[in-house]
């Protein structure tokens, strides 16, 4: 397994890396990568649900976004990195619509839907919170999967990633308005999935 | 108390949630959370789904993303031709925009050109001096010389020095004949000859008012009525352009009628014969042709022209033409003062026509070209 590198850059130094990589310097930019790979890799993956799929649009969000460096015209770069990798997840999802593989919604024998599929179980021995825990996260990612794109990509930028209306606009390329209408549904709808999994939340995140 | 939520009202709680809302929209928002218990419940059931998502976890990257510099799909600069997308656009407009200017330019300019050929100013030195020629000559002329009419200025003059024709010079044998003809000076003169009219069979009207009726010339006109000396006929006017300065249609007729009364002792036919020597254009004749040369244009102006301009710029090194040119020399026909062809600095319309043709077919294929182009581009840029 290789080594993961985890890098925090200030403001200052990521203007001064993002001039040097326009003017073609790889290692700058690489450097912006190793900043905001984890952000990237955690925004694909909440929005495909997959991690092989997440991995390829991370991967294509780093090159898209070094080819089109030259677009950013200043502003945020979690923003401008945010929105081509939200482009590449939706690309991964329309591809995936057009080769089905795993159905999300497994069902018996009997044809009924089977809320704790085997996908969703940890394989490894754990103790019993950290199973619960592992399956809560497994529960909420599968009711974001059921959100529309345009609503899943709201609310795990505002709720997941923790970018406020402005940057989440920008990310989208949408206006404040349309992000906080987004924003009202996209947290409405999980609350209907989650009392599914009422058993599997908290006692005091458990919904009436 | 309401009971039914709607969609502003959620996007109301969420914007509560995230301190989205104003001071004011808040107040009010927290009255209402006060009265009614429904909306309070939708505020914590929402809340607490909101704290599920954000307390998801952090997601590390499996692996490093580098790029790696043989992975370069393509240079992080964007391509010089993508860059130049609007330019081309730009091109396209105004290539566009010409290619209109010139159009309607060309379509202006054929009228004017009529006019324009023959320039002013020589013309009216011309004019002028034949003017003080013609009256240097009244004491030895006892023909009356009047001074020249507006209408004159305008008309063009045609000024040959070439051997006169051999009537006028035998009948220019003691006669002191005037050197200025003036276009346009004298009126017709009335006649009281009734002619017949064709169709009508009964009426009899006058040249004049015939003339003035405007309608097209019958025979009977043609044979009994004299040449109108002012203006074309009235059918003319309508599809003649005015100011015409070819030295065939309108220049005629005024020269005949001037010699008759300037140069009473020669014969009308003899002076009519000489008007037509310098124009290969439809030639004057005693009475007007039904069907007059109207085409305008210097093109169809015969090469003596040229000749015609050579001498009169080796005799008149001014510009002044007649007025340095030795009277006594010149055979004292009309022809010295007649009516002078256009300059030969007027433009080969031949050759503008298809300058102007290929501005056109440039200008349009700019125009698409540059603008295909920018399509193109643009497409090609993913914009």
Redesign the interface.
């Known amino acids: 397994m290789s080594l993961v590198i985890c890098v925090t850059i200030s403001f200052v130094d990521e203007i001064a890396l993002i001039q040097a990589a326009k003017g073609g310097d790889l290692d700058s930019f690489n450097r912006l990568v190793l900043a905001y790979q984890d952000m990237v890799y955690s925004h694909a993956f909440r929005m495909v649900g997959e991690e092989e799929s997440a991995d390829d649009a991370t991967q294509t969000a780093f090159s898209s976004a070094y080819n089109h460096l030259s677009s950013f015209r200043g502003g945020s770069f979690k923003a401008w990195l945010l929105r081509i990798v939200t482009n590449a997840c939706y690309d991964e999802l329309r591809r995936r619509k057009r080769r089905p593989t795993v159905p999300l919604e497994p069902a018996d024998d009997a044809g009924e839907e089977v809320e704790s599929a085997r996908w969703m179980v940890d394989p490894a021995d754990q103790p019993e919170d950290l199973v619960a825990r592992k399956e809560l996260q497994h529960a909420i990612q599968h009711c974001l999967d059921n959100l529309p794109e345009e609503f899943r990509s709201a609310v795990v930028m505002v709720d997941v990633q923790g970018l406020d209306y402005f940057e989440a606009s920008q990310a989208a390329g949408k206006p404040i308005g349309t992000i906080k209408s987004r924003l009202a549904r996209a947290r409405l709808r999980p609350r209907d999935c989650l009392n599914g999994f009422a058993e599997l939340l908290p006692s005091g995140f458990r919904l009436e | 108390m309401k009971n039914q939520m709607t969609?502003r009202d959620?996007?109301l709680?969420?914007?509560y949630l995230?301190d989205?809302l104003g001071s004011k929209e808040r107040a009010r928002f927290e009255d209402r959370l006060n009265i009614d218990p429904v909306l309070r419940?939708e505020l914590h059931?929402?809340g607490?789904?909101?704290?599920?998502?954000?307390g998801?976890?952090?997601?590390?990257?499996?692996?490093?993303?580098?790029?790696k510099?043989e992975?370069?799909?393509?240079?992080?600069?964007?391509r010089p031709a993508w860059r130049f997308a609007p330019a081309y656009g730009i091109v396209s407009a105004i290539a566009t925009i010409l290619l209109v200017i010139v159009i309607f330019g060309d379509k202006l300019l054929v009228s004017p050109t009529q006019v324009a050929l023959a320039p002013a100013p020589e013309r009216s030195l011309e004019t002028t001096t034949i003017q003080q020629q013609a009256q240097s000559k009244t004491a030895a002329s006892p023909a009356p010389t009047e001074e020249a009419p507006l209408a004159m200025m305008s008309a063009p003059v045609i000024e040959e020095t070439t051997a006169p024709s051999a009537e006028l010079s035998i009948g220019e044998t003691g006669i002191p004949t005037p050197t200025t003809v003036y276009l346009y000076a004298y009126p017709p003169t009335p006649t009281t000859e009734s002619i017949y009219v064709q169709g009508t069979g009964s009426a009899n009207l006058t040249c004049e008012e015939y003339l003035d009726s405007g309608a097209y010339p019958t025979e009977s006109y043609v044979n009994n009525c004299p040449t109108p000396t002012y203006t074309p006929y009235r059918y003319l006017e309508s599809i003649q352009p005015s100011a015409t300065p070819t030295p065939t249609g309108t220049s005629t007729p005024t020269i005949t009628s001037t010699l008759t009364e300037n140069l009473p002792n020669l014969p009308p036919a003899s002076t009519e014969t000489q008007t037509a020597t310098p124009s290969p254009s439809p030639t004057p004749t005693d009475t007007p042709s039904p069907t007059p040369s109207l085409t305008p244009y210097p093109t169809e102006t015969p090469t003596p022209l040229s000749d015609i301009e050579a001498t009169h710029a080796a005799s008149a090194p001014f510009g002044l033409g007649v007025a340095s040119q030795d009277q006594s020399a010149i055979s004292p026909t009309p022809k010295q003062a007649q009516v002078t062809a256009p300059p030969v600095t007027s433009p080969d319309v031949s050759f503008m026509r298809y300058l102007l043709l290929a501005v056109e077919i440039s200008l349009a294929v700019i125009a698409v070209a540059a603008g295909v182009t920018a399509i193109i581009l643009r497409m090609r840029a993913g914009r």
Do not use: F
Not at chain 2, 71 to 78: G, I, K, L, N
């Open positions: 969609s959620y996007e709680i969420s914007a995230d989205q419940r059931e929402i607490k789904t909101r704290l599920l998502l954000r998801m976890p952090k997601l590390r990257a499996p692996r490093n993303y580098y790029i510099p992975s370069q799909a393509q240079p992080v600069v964007r």
